[in-house]
């Protein structure tokens, strides 16, 4: 069933982030001093007294974006006010009207979606003494809170759970499979999120660093409901210009973190950079199964072919050497809904189980097949394997001396393992346990 959803508008910097976060509880939306910082709705599920809203930022109504994309910022504004059951309207209680706020309430008088007046920035006596001004705008008594200090929330809570339609009372299942897309700025993420669901879900620019926070998307595909994970393009550490970049950059990396597969987006016509094999050892520390999407193929398949390509990923990227690919043209939509059913395959296969005569017949097999040559005579020896988690899957091999297993050894047994086992496509971890002593690979 679908969720109501309760929309945060009003001009820049009056504190519309910084409520999201406080009402969910976590960190969500990007807060800083700076106008301007959200540009596409980003979108939260909030518990609110045993009911779940879909608590909708939106970018600042009436900024006047440095990269010229204040109509695409308004045209997110304008989906979120039309869906919205309830919309909160933030004023800055400490500077009064705003023009700008006259304009917005003039708007939203006309609709027929109910309206909260919230005076935010009311921890001091002088803010809420002024207050009575907003009265002027026709839409009620003007709530004071504080989101900064969390004054007024409760009310505002009760408020928000009062005003909204009895009939929505399920919470949404948890989607069938979480996807984070990552990779360089203009790599194609949005586009490719916006293909997925026909519509201008987030903003697509040519302009480098147009997403900023990690938005949460959710699409259908044949019945079930999944979540995929806009982030920020990545940028090189010496490139960051300020908090805004570094705090988008943070939430990108925690994406990878709570995404069950991760979608590396390549851009085919510029090749893998230095800050694509940073991405890479990201993905791979992080041991997060992953789809490798070369996008925009379309501009260079006459100039190459997918072999010649792949073999320059396996040189490139070579920690994702198991890492399926997928050539798609995200701008026309193809081959962007097979990315998604590699991704179902990797999330299968990610929470596999091997039973132990399974795996020590594997084990047994590459034991007895062709190893690395030993170093100063210390062979090394698996006496037993066990399969103790999935995702990742995570075998704990006995052995003779867990120092005897150089890197080349373990990257061997790694391999063969993914040869003779359901994980062909995934990351694995393996620990060499001797005695009581335990090495991670």
Known sequence: MTLPMVAIVGRPNVGKSTLLNRLAGRRISIVHDRPGVTRDRIA??????????????????????????????????????????????????????????????????????????????????????????????????????????????????????????????????????????????????STFINAILNEERVIVSEIPGTTRDAVDVRFMKDGKEFLAIDTAGLVRKAKLRDSVEFYAQVRSLDAIRRAEVVLFMIDAEHGISQLDKRIGSDIVSEHRPCVIAVNKWDLVADRTDMATYE????????????????????????????????????????????GTGVLNRAVETIMNGPMPRPKHNNYPKIFFATQVTTAPPT?????????????????????RFREMLPFEEIPIRIIYRQRESIYHD
Request: proline share 4%; hydrophobic share 40%; with cysteine.
């Open 44 to 189: 939260a599920e909030v518990e609110m007294d045993d009911r779940t809203v879909e608590m909708i930022d939106t970018g600042g109504i009436g900024i006047v974006d440095n990269h010229d994309l204040s109509g695409d910022i308004h045209l997110q504004i304008d989906t979120a006010i039309d869906n919205a059951q309830l919309i909160l309207f933030l004023v800055d209680a400490r500077e009064g009207p705003h023009p700008v706020d006259v304009e917005v309430a003039q708007r939203l008088r006309e609709g027929d979606v109910p309206v909260f007046l919230l005076a935010n920035k009311c921890e001091s006596d002088s803010a809420r003494l002024g207050i009575g001004e907003f009265f002027a705008f026709g839409l009620g008594e003007p709530l004071p809170i504080s989101a900064e200090h969390n004054e007024g929330l409760y009310d505002l809570r009760e408020r928000i759970v009062a005003a909204l339609p009895e009939e929505v009372e399920e919470a949404r299942e948890d989607p069938a499979l979480r996807i984070a897309l990552v990779g360089r700025r203009n790599a194609g993420k």
């Open 311 to 354: 073999e320059y990923i396996a040189k490139s990227l070579r920690g994702l050497s198991y890492a399926p690919i997928v050539y798609l043209t995200a701008k026309d939509g193809r081959n962007i809904w097979d990315v998604i059913s590699v991704a179902q395959s990797l999330a299968k296969q990610f929470q596999a189980r091997v």
């Open 395 to 415: 075998l704990v091999l006995s052995v003779n001396k867990a120092e005897f297993f150089s890197g080349h050894y373990r990257r061997t047994i790694e391999n």
